[in-house]
């Protein structure tokens, strides 16, 4: 399984010829400068927070607001403000979150809400499998189209290259709609805006207008073998574990913004309107949490990074980041050192076994800038990890498809979900203690003693990571 999800990741690297004719017909995109941004920005006093009925008064958002911050911790209040002034993205109140660990657990929430639909099923993914997941997913697909549920899919030109189209086909030849993200021969692209090295790499289900699902996990068998995670045995046979990844169900009217991304999407890539179905229900109060679902797009705002990138200039307690492919730029690397330095805990949960040699080198790279501030890493074990999720100040948490690298912030369509709060912050503390558990600690005399060929390796690896 390894092996077939390691395809998948380096595919872009199989067409790196391509990408690199087309990078040199246009100028290399840049990061955004965010680490004046927190100077320059005007905040409102109260961040804008929108309801099932609504947005709210700043005097009910304050009251909203002072129930969920804890204290002596992160301001949440003028934190969120900014991340409104810098993204541009309003929070939503009213929602139920709730955290689900690994393939089998996300994959059954995510079948059960499939099975009851009633109207429309809009799925967006990177990879979608032709294995005994796929099909599975597929089968109740193309019963539920059949059963009169509008379905609509877009998965990626990339993510699935080496899946037959026969496998596509046969969910088309039984009623349902679908899109190939930005396909790699030109000829079939709807407009004149073709560029390979963008990618979807989003991960949404979105089941009529009231339930949403995104995070890491991919439709494949890969991650049907759990990784173990929260069991009370500690097997040590590789064969025994899978992937470890973290997905989110969310409910109530932050479910709008996921749909709305969806249509966004699809209205980019084709000629033909989305079938007719209530992809909007009026929104319905469904929990407590306050979110803000952020989405970027290629050579757009990067709310995704900003959001990142202040958050960490931000903490005052911790910052507990979890990464599948970590290759960040220097901006990225310069403010988690500084919140080091000015006595922040900083964690990293990064990959001891991973898909992606080269990924895995780039990463590498950075390690002992980030030893050297004090920076504390860690290589999950075993398991192979894929989620991606940051916990600040057990307050402020994210959950999502980007990796903490340029491939994510610059060239791929990614969606993360931003939950505010100490309750939910406190699950994602609970989660990550644990990956700490099962993860070995990398110290920086045993990093500057590491062998020289591998420096090469990361060398090299470092070399490439704007495609990577």
């Known amino acids: 399984m390894q092996a077939n999800q390691g395809r998948r990741k380096v595919s872009i690297l199989s067409l790196l010829p391509i990408v690199l004719m087309s990078s040199m017909l246009s100028a290399c995109a840049a990061l955004p400068n965010v680490q004046a941004l927190s100077s320059t920005l005007d905040p409102g006093a109260t961040p804008s927070i929108a309801g099932s009925k609504g947005a709210l008064s700043d005097e009910r958002a304050r009251a ?18 900014l991340e409104e002034a810098a993204t541009g993205v309003p929070l939503i109140a009213g929602n139920k979150v709730t955290l689900l660990f690994d393939g089998p657990q996300a994959m059954t929430a995510m079948l059960n809400a499939i099975a009851d639909a009633k109207n429309s099923i809009n799925l967006e993914t990177y990879i979608f499998d032709q294995d005994e997941l796929g099909l599975k997913f597929a089968d109740q697909l193309i019963a539920k189209q059949q ?13 699935t290259i080496g899946v037959p189209q026969a496998f596509f086909d046969r969910m088309r030849a039984g009623g349902i709609h679908l899109v190939a993200f930005n396909p790699i021969n030109p000829a079939k692209l709807h407009g004149d805006d073709w560029k390979i090295n963008n990618r979807d790499h989003r991960k949404v289900l979105v089941v009529d207008g009231k339930v949403a699902f995104t995070g890491g996990i991919n439709i494949s068998d890969t991650y049907a073998k759990s990784s173990l ?12 574990v899978g992937w470890r990844d973290t997905q989110i169900e969310v409910e109530g009217p932050a479910v709008q913004a996921f749909q709305w991304r969806f249509v966004r999407t699809w209205a980019a890539q084709d000629a033909d309107d989305l079938r007719e179905a209530d992809y909007f229900p009026q929104p ?91 920076v504390q890493i860690y290589q999950l074990k075993l398991a192979v990890l894929h989620a991606k999720t940051a916990v600040i100040d057990g307050a402020w948490s994210t959950v999502g498809s980007s990796n903490i690298d340029t491939r994510s912030f610059l060239h791929n369509s990614e969606l993360n979900v931003i939950v505010m709060g100490e309750p939910f912050g406190t699950e994602m503390e609970k989660a990550f203690q644990e990956d700490i558990r099962d993860s070995v600690q990398i110290t920086p005399e045993a990093w500057h003693h590491r062998p020289w060929a591998d420096r090469a390796r990361e060398w090299a690896a470092r070399f490439m990571d704007y495609w990577l």
């Open 147 to 159: 059963a009169g549920v509008t379905v609509n899919i877009i998965y990626d030109s990339v993510g």
């Open 229 to 240: 995670f929260r069991s009370k045995t500690r097997k040590t046979d590789k064969s025994q």
């Open 64 to 81: 909203v607001l002072g129930k969920r911050w804890p204290k002596g911790s992160l301001d949440l209040q003028a934190e969120a403000a």
């Open 284 to 374: 319905v109060r469904a929990g407590d949490k306050i979110v803000r679902v952020l989405a970027t797009e290629p050579d757009t705002t990067f709310e995704i990074y900003k959001a990142y990138v202040l958050a960490f200039q931000q903490a005052k307690k911790s910052i507990h980041l979890t990464s599948a492919y970590f290759v960040p730029d220097q901006q990225t690397v310069d403010a988690l050192t500084a919140a080091a330095r000015r006595g922040v805990d900083v964690k990293l949960v990064l990959p001891g076994v991973s898909d992606s040699g080269l990924v895995f080198y780039a990463g590498h790279a950075l390690y002992s800038e980030l030893l050297d501030a004090g």
